[in-house]
């Protein structure tokens, strides 16, 4: 564990800090990614449902990095190509039931 000298009350950080803050990140760019691709009109599935779609597959893929070490890049490559891969994935799966 190391201390931030810039912090004069000498907060500690570790590692779990910074997994938190990936973690906190990837929430964000998928749900940026979920509202944008309704606003351009890749997906017409509402604003909500794209953007949960987008921070579950988001998420799924943060776990299995974090897992198995699978990664493309650096998290946020991650965490947008997740997303999208997740708007392709579940609307199109649940319409072939149909």
Request: charged share 10%; with cysteine.
């Amino acid at each position: 564990m190391s201390f931030c000298a810039a912090c004069p009350c000498r907060v500690a950080r570790s590692w779990g800090d910074a997994m938190f803050m990936q973690l906190f990140g990837t929430v964000v760019i998928a749900g940026i990614v979920g509202y944008a691709s309704e606003k351009t009109g890749f997906t017409r599935n509402g604003y909500l449902p794209s953007i949960i779609i987008c921070i579950g597959g988001a998420f799924l893929f943060y776990f299995v990095r974090i897992m198995f070490g699978i990664r493309f890049g650096a998290p946020g490559i991650d965490a947008i190509l997740s997303s999208v891969g997740a708007l392709i994935i579940v609307p199109t799966h649940w319409r072939k039931g149909r």
